[in-house]
């Protein structure tokens, strides 16, 4: 696929370093905040992972629960997650910008009007967390039918035959999470094994492009920039946290927490 996320690695290859992709939540703490976050940190990001708030996720670890709580607290609709995008692209259309989440949200509203509200406000691809390969083989024909990059996911347990088959029907990206663990958790492997189980999944297919997520710092990026790219979610959720109850002005604050993280990945 000829995507905005497929040519954002494309460029990041010819400049020698890793994609840098950063997950917040939509509506954390308000829309209008939420979107000026969007736009501070679009500045040194390259891909955009948002999430839509949930109330029982199955993946997420404590620092993402809580920036969905609040952004449940304050009324965030799946409506409202799609305004943000469409306010987001309509200035930033070459951005890509990436829907994670669940399934049971999309269920509810009903596949095809769910793939048009991504089509409609700007959304290049989606992460969906429990519809699992080869479950999702038909929804992720779907997306691909409406240039929506689906992102499958890989993990340290996926079998040999398995990941062969997930990475043959992949799309622009792939999803490699690092560890056994909800997000944020403590990194439980050393960056040199997860770097090992990396190079096997690339030497399936050299040509497909593959992200490492979970447990991502800046403590950690510089030793994983030889990927693809690589996911920092819980750290910014936390300084949302934290800027929050400072009074700080949280987007200014995370612009300048992903341009450093993006220094150490040059």
């Known amino acids: 696929m000829n995507s905005n996320i497929a040519r954002t690695f494309i460029n990041c290859k010819r400049e020698k370093r890793a994609a840098l992709l950063t997950y917040t939540v939509a509506g954390d703490n308000t829309k209008n905040n939420s979107l000026k976050i969007l736009n501070a940190i679009s500045k040194n990001a390259d891909i955009l992972e948002l999430g839509f708030p949930h109330n029982t996720p199955i993946a997420d670890g404590g620092q993402i629960q809580e920036s969905s709580h609040r952004a449940l607290k304050n009324g965030i609709k799946l409506k409202d997650v799609f305004q943000i995008v469409k306010k987001f692209k309509n200035s930033n259309p070459d951005k890509p910008l990436i829907l994670m989440g669940y399934f049971n949200l999309i269920y509810q509203s009903g596949e095809n009007i769910f793939l048009k509200n991504c089509k409609d406000s700007g959304v290049d691809g989606l992460i969906i967390v429990d519809l699992p390969y080869p479950e999702n083989k038909k929804f992720a024909t779907k997306c691909k039918k409406k240039s929506i990059d689906f992102i499958q996911l ?75 790219g690589l996911v920092v979610g819980s750290q910014l959720c936390k300084t949302i946290t934290n800027s929050i109850k400072k009074r700080l002005n949280t987007a200014k604050v995370l612009n300048k927490m992903v341009y450093k993280l993006k220094k150490k990945i040059i």
Request: glycine share 6%; net charge positive.
């Open 154 to 228: 890989i993990s340290p347990t996926t079998s040999d035959d398995r990941m062969k088959k997930i990475i043959r029907d992949s799309h622009s990206m792939i999803y490699y999470i690092s560890m056994l663990s909800t997000t944020g958790g403590k990194l439980k492997v050393s960056p040199k094994k997860i770097l090992q189980n990396y190079n096997k999944i690339k030497s399936i297919n050299r040509s497909k492009n593959i992200v490492i997520g979970f447990g991502i710092t800046d403590k950690t990026v510089s030793a994983l920039k030889k990927a693809d």
